[in-house]
């Protein structure tokens, strides 16, 4: 309480400091020194920091760590092959070649099916069924990256409603929240992404966003907790409850915007883990099925022939690993910046 | 202390019966129940009823529950659908397997993970230091059954120094069955090791930064001494706790390099288990696999009491 007093004390004095017009006249500093100037003895020399938005420390941390740098570009690279795979992959996903063809290997096929023959090469080989790796990999991407993208959003969603629930009523909605964040860490990732595709059944995209994402709620909804719980007792949510806010409105547009810095950090380093999670459920043939293969799946397919042709299995590997490091560089980085401790990431 | 053991105990019971709970109702949550799951949708109504029939499940679920409570606590699994064999059989004949390679990947990560941070954290910025770095980066950045499959190719393949399919068991000698786990070892230790290596360098650097590392510098102490009793002490307890929760990634990794090694273990056995949709030996594999996970995170939360006194004279009620 005592606390809450000194700082409106220290608030109205900021107001009366400041030349403006707006303040009554009985408030005003109009003495010896002028309006709005602060006698000399009061200069502490001591500044506020200028107030900079999570977006400005996200490119600040960026620009300054030259590793996390080279992650963020890599992502945008990647992201964009993955978006623009047709334009990009020198080959169609389903266009066969000679079977097991070495990285460089080449062949003399009639690509842009005009008739006469030319000899490609292809840079990573070819499979088993004489697809061209890299063009597989490319199309992979658009997959193994867009359900990772939407197991974190989705994640990120569930986690901070819950945290905030939690964090802003306390009471036995925390309580219950929590006993159900405790509990969920009893089943490794795979484990419960396996279990509840179980229960789903597979196949469906949103199934296996569903399945992974829910593993990594409890990653949200504890840091959110932890910030709404410090962020529940400022001023400024008094006031927004004195101004007559209601309950949703202060928790999502008051704390949420004051505490999302964590939680973006966060997100960035749950990506990798989820782009290793689909890996892993698409390897168990227990991901998505879509047409062209995801990462997991290509690594799979190419298992039983790693005595013949290993670059079958470990081209698709290579990709997520490269992947998975950008992430991992660019979430590092900003937790640096953001000077959030290691913690628990599973 | 024994208040705190009591504590953790009884906790970890508690989170095993809402596991075992969750499993239930989960699994009979499923559209249309999972018998009808398991035999297709063209199977006939009489052949339905009679699996549920035979499976218990045309009980009320309170019955059903509380049977399967009973059955678990007597060691009762029930029997595999595919195979009719108990699956308590299938079971004992897997955890072997998987806690083999589990407890070899585990004890080879904390061997290396261990030095390795303490090297990162003491010559910080030195080549040995980046060098650390970069191999625990590229160690988390690469899922188990990557590593698996470049072990195999590399070591099994173009060496041929390790077999690449297959387990043996300890009881055929102890030197055939480490050859089978040493790949598979590796490949769920190494991804394990790069995230305990990093928390071991992380937490030792901030404990060395310290107020008290440099009183005892300035009094005299030695630097050994100094590191090994004085910042070890209180650097482990974070990398204790995330030794702890980072067995998930161990036990998870086990069950996609089962795979890569067709070996038979937990993981293989859930995952086989899930696509012929036998959801007797689904349940009881998900329930052991977190039954291990929450045992050894016990056993971490009991180990505690050896290393942090608070915990220890019974100061710390966490």
Partial sequence: MTDATDASADTEADDAARPDGGTPAYARNTGEFGVGEVPQEYETGERVTAHRSTG?????????????????????????????????????????????????????ADVDGDGTTETVTHYLGTDSFGHDILTRIIYGARISMGVALATVAFAFTVGTTLGILAGFYGGWVDSVIMRY??????????????????????????????????????????????????????????????VGMGDARIM??????????????????????????????????????????????????????????????????????????????????????????????? | M??????????AVLVMWMVATTVFFGLRAVPGGPVRGMLGQEATEEAVARLREDLGLDEPLAVQYVEWMTDLLVGDFGTSITSSEAV??????????????????????????????????????????????????????????????????????????FPVVGYTNISEGVVPWLRGIVLPGIAVGLPYAAGVTRMMRSSLIETLDEQYMRTARAKGVGDSVRLYKHAMQNALMPVVTIAGIQLALVLGGTV?????????????????????????????????????????????????????????????QA
Avoid: C
């Avoid at chain 1, 996200?58 to 992502?75: S, Y």
């Avoid at chain 1, 719980?229 to 400022?234: G, Q, V």
């Avoid at chain 2, 083999?100 to 910025?125: C, D, E, Q």
């Fill in chain 2, 88 to 161: 308590g059989t299938l079971v004992a004949q897997a955890v072997p397997k998987t806690l083999s390679i589990a407890a070899f990947g585990v004890t080879l990560g904390l061997l290396v993970a261990i030095p390795a941070g303490v090297i990162g954290a003491t010559r910080r910025n030195e080549p040995a230091d980046y060098a650390a770095t970069i191999a625990a980066f590229l160690g988390i950045s690469m899922p188990a059954f990557f590593v698996g499959i470049l072990l195999a190719v590399v070591f099994g393949v173009w060496l041929g120094w």
């Fill in chain 1, 181 to 242: 964040i405790d509990f969920q860490w009893a089943f490794p990732t795979i484990i419960l992404g396996v279990g509840i595709i179980a229960v789903m059944g597979g196949l469906g995209w949103l199934n296996v966003v569903v399945a992974i994402g829910i593993a990594f709620i409890d990653d949200f909804a504890r840091i959110i907790r932890g910030e709404v719980l410090s962020i529940r007792e400022e001023e400024y949510i008094t006031a927004a409850r004195a």
């Fill in chain 2, 256 to 316: 996609t390099v089962e795979i890569v090694f067709g070996i038979q273990g937990l993981g293989r056995l859930l995952v086989d288990s899930i696509l012929e949709r036998n959801y007797p030996v689904t349940q009881v594999a998900i329930l052991l696999i977190s039954g291990i996970f929450v045992f050894m995170n016990l056993l971490v939360d009991i180990a505690y009491t050896a290393i942090d006194p608070r915990v220890r004279y019974g100061g710390e």
């Fill in chain 2, 2 to 11: 024994w208040r705190y053991i009591t504590k953790r105990v009884a906790h």
């Fill in chain 1, 56 to 108: 400005e420390r996200i490119v600040e941390a960026l620009t300054d760590n030259k590793l996390a740098l080279a992650g963020a570009v890599t992502i945008v690279a990647l992201v964009l092959v993955a978006v623009f795979a047709p334009y990009v992959a020198p080959y169609g996903p389903e266009q066969q070649f000679g079977f097991m063809q070495e990285p460089m290997g080449q062949s003399t």
């Fill in chain 1, 252 to 346: 999502f547009k008051e704390m949420l915007p004051n505490a999302v810095a964590p939680l973006i950090v966060q997100a960035t380093l749950m990506i990798p883990f989820a782009i290793l999670a689909e890996a892993g459920l698409s390897f168990l043939g227990l991901g998505v099925k879509p047409t062209t293969p995801t990462w997991g799946l290509l690594i799979s397919d190419g298992r039983q022939f790693v005595s013949q042709a290993w670059w079958i299995s470990v081209m698709p590997g290579l990709a997520i690993m490269f992947t998975v490091l950008a992430f991992n560089t660019v979430g590092d980085g900003l937790r640096d910046a953001f000077d959030i401790s290691e913690g628990e990431v599973n």
